[in-house]
């Protein structure tokens, strides 16, 4: 296995054994019986959290199934190792955990619509093709598709410190589209983990100019935008070689837009990661932007 291949990349000691110490103890608060799985981790970040909004609004019968629901009771929801959902948009939620929408496994959660699971296999297919299973089997076991959009439309995705392992993104009716935005936000779970698992405190008050939010960022923001961009180049450099017609332009687009990017980020990222004391993640994160501004 290449150096540099995105299976390498992702590949960081102390990542699953963080995974599977937060979820024992959320099972151990819950009183349920959670494994030792990817799936497990962020199906218990749901089931936490749909707890405690039980027992905010006294809903006993509610708070009862978060706390004996495991992940062998939602295999209805299940697309292989992954849990797809495509809740209505008035099913999303809005709370002090997250400034954007979001959504929690539930009792009357309904399985997602066959073209949408169909869709989520075809994308999972491409990323796998291109070495990023590994990253979307760990860090997003759990995808939840939003709005439906056409290409020229703007597509919104994002993940949440408090759902690890969760995915929210806008979709088309393209694979390789789905398929970068879910690299891109699970890029976003695995660094926020491999931080966690590697004790790593980033300072608040450090700032670098961020071309992707066209304004300066803490340290953590612009290492996250780094790190998931390069993966999202990775992946559709090499999907770019087989795609065709409108899919081949928005790749291309892509990258032309990246490539822009990175070179306004570059001057920065040597200092950034200077704040990165495990020396195996500070390692990843260069490697990954390094590989990303190569030629194609």
Excluded at 188 to 210: I, R, Y
Aim: charged content about 20%; glycine content about 6%; some cysteine.
């Amino acid at each position: 296995m290449s150096a540099l291949s995105p299976e390498a990349l992702v590949t960081l000691d102390g990542i699953a054994d963080h995974q599977r110490l937060r979820t024992g103890r959320i099972a151990s608060v819950l009183g349920n019986r959670l494994g030792p799985s990817a799936l497990d981790y962020a199906v218990a970040h749901h089931l936490l959290e749909g707890a405690e909004h039980a027992a905010r609004a006294r809903g006993a019968d509610r708070l009862a199934w978060y706390r004996r629901t495991t992940v062998r009771d939602l295999t209805h929801l299940s697309a292989g190792p992954h849990i797809v959902l495509s809740p209505p948009p008035e099913d999303l939620l809005r709370s002090e955990i997250s400034e954007t929408a979001y959504y929690l496994v539930g009792p009357d959660t309904a399985p997602a619509p066959p073209e949408a699971r169909g869709l989520v296999r075809a994308a999972l297919a491409s990323a796998t093709e291109h070495g990023f299973r590994p990253l979307l089997t760990q860090h997003a076991p759990v995808i939840c598709l939003l709005h439906r959009r056409r290409l020229d439309e703007t597509l919104h995705s994002w993940a949440l410190t408090r759902l690890p392992g969760t995915v929210f993104t806008d979709y088309t009716a393209h694979p390789e589209v789905l398929a970068r935005d879910l690299i891109h936000e699970a890029a976003h779970n695995w660094l926020n983990d491999a931080l966690a698992a590697h004790d790593v405190s980033l300072p608040a008050d450090v700032t670098f100019f961020s071309p992707w939010r066209e304004t300066p960022r803490p340290v953590y923001g612009f290492l996250h935008a780094c790190w998931a961009f390069s993966l999202t180049v990775l992946y559709a450099r090499q999907a770019r070689r087989s795609a065709t017609g409108a899919v081949a332009s928005f790749l291309d687009a892509h990258l032309r837009q990246q490539e822009g990017q990175f070179a306004s980020a570059l001057d920065s990222l040597a200092e950034a990661l200077s704040y990165v004391s495990a020396d195996a993640l500070r390692d990843r994160v260069s490697r990954a932007v390094g590989k990303a501004v190569e030629s194609a």
